[in-house]
């Protein structure tokens, strides 16, 4: 069975500073990859996804993640943290890895608190 | 606009009754998806419908129930057999070759009193 692990629980940076949260993933198959973003109280947006090529992803709100397969891994990056970047972050692999519908395993999240 | 609705936003109920959350989906989506989220504990899957008429158990299914009788509609029963169920529900509706995208709607809290 596939897995999500988010070895952060908490993390704090300044403003202004770079961020990078880890995710890594236990799946057989290629793996469908996911980054999620939760304010408080609410649903969740999607940042960015991976599916094949280009190994590095660009997302919304200047995020962007690189995929490392030798690594298992999908970590979050961003070169510029603002305020308003304060959340809840979630990875997540798909489970049916392909084109039909299927579930999605969610890691345990990470909140993401930012110094003025 | 497209999107997921989900209702009411906070929802209180007593110990020893039946609840049902609401969502809705224009997307079109075939699609829908009932998850539970906890402090620490990410998203947990109760409940996914890929057609109408036609449902499947998640990770935590035990004290749910759900019904499929329109595209739009995914309604999630929450029963006075579920042990614990103060929490977030997610709902969450994906399209067809997507590669297993979903979204999400704006969740509700049930508090059990």
């Known amino acids: 069975a596939q897995s999500v692990t988010q070895p952060d629980i908490h993390i704090t940076v300044s403003e202004g500073a770079s961020l990078e949260l880890r995710c890594n993933y236990s799946y057989g198959a290629t793996p469908y990859l996911f980054w999620y973003v939760q304010s408080p109280g609410q649903g969740l947006q999607l940042l960015l996804k991976?599916?094949?090529?280009?190994?590095l992803v660009q997302g919304i709100k200047g995020f962007e993640a690189e995929f490392k397969r030798s690594q298992s891994s999908f970590n979050l990056r961003k070169p510029s943290v603002h305020w308003s970047d304060a959340a809840e972050y979630f990875c997540?692999?798909?489970?049916?890895?392909?084109?039909?519908?299927?579930?999605?395993?969610f890691g345990q999240g990470t909140i993401l608190t930012v110094h003025p | 606009d497209g999107g997921i609705t989900q209702s009411p936003k906070y929802l209180f109920r007593k110990e020893g009754q039946n609840v049902t959350l609401s969502c809705e989906q224009n997307l079109n989506h075939d699609a829908m998806y009932w998850y539970r989220q906890d402090p620490g504990q990410g998203l947990r899957l109760i409940y996914y419908?890929?057609?109408?008429?036609?449902?499947q158990k998640g990770d935590i299914a035990e004290g749910y129930s759900v019904s499929r009788e329109k595209k739009e509609s995914f309604p999630l029963t929450v029963t006075s057999a579920q042990k614990n169920p103060t929490a977030f529900y997610l709902c969450?509706?994906?399209?067809?070759?997507?590669?297993?995208?979903?979204?999400f709607g704006p969740g509700t809290r049930l508090t059990v009193l």
């Open positions: 991976y599916f094949s090529g280009d190994t």
């Open positions: 997540a692999v798909s489970a049916a890895g392909g084109t039909s519908y299927g579930k999605l395993t």
């Open positions: 969450a509706s994906e399209r067809g070759n997507s590669y297993n995208e979903q979204f």
């Open positions: 419908s890929q057609i109408v008429n036609d449902f």
